[in-house]
């Protein structure tokens, strides 16, 4: 293939030429969205959980946070599309897409139809999954 696989995004298999620059920059993008969301939240509840709670609430949620990070992936993915996303297109990726779809940059997070499926709500779906773990880590720390 070549490095010019990595910054190509055409993919057409009859003239065998492919390209990942596309899946690269979902990626990256859903990535970012779900850290930016994940470790603020992950990081509040690390802090409640060994500095601000009750010690007889303490035991109980970090169990159940542990518990959440034993969830597989698959699990958190299947929920996502299945439940999660078409709430999401209605209730948030609609209006969403009215207010602030035409900034540059931002706007291409609500470009398509408001289905729901798209590099926001995957990253809010990333981030409900690693949230657990981060949590778990940073509580360990």
């Known amino acids: 293939f070549g490095i010019s ?4 995004s055409e993919w057409d298999p009859p003239a065998d030429v492919y390209g990942a620059l596309v899946p690269i920059y979902g990626t990256i993008v859903t990535s970012l969205i779900a850290l930016i969301i994940a470790v603020p939240v992950s990081f509040g ?5 060994t500095e601000l709670s009750p010690a007889w609430l303490r035991r109980p949620l ?8 034993a969830v597989p992936s698959i699990v ?18 609609k209006p ?3 207010t602030i779809g035409q900034v540059p940059v931002i706007g291409k ?20 999954m690693i949230i657990p773990y981060i949590a778990s880590v940073m509580r360990d720390v």
């Open 109 to 128: 997070l609500f470009q398509g139809a408001p289905l729901g499926i798209g590099l926001l709500c995957a990253g809010v779906i990333l981030a409900i």
């Open 96 to 98: 969403l897409a009215n």
């Open 76 to 93: 958190y993915g299947m929920w996502g599309l299945l439940v999660f996303s078409p709430i999401f297109g209605e209730y948030f990726q």
């Open 62 to 69: 970090g169990t159940a946070i542990e518990l959440l990070a």
């Open 45 to 49: 509840i690390a802090l409640f959980l």
């Open 5 to 8: 696989f990595l910054w190509n």
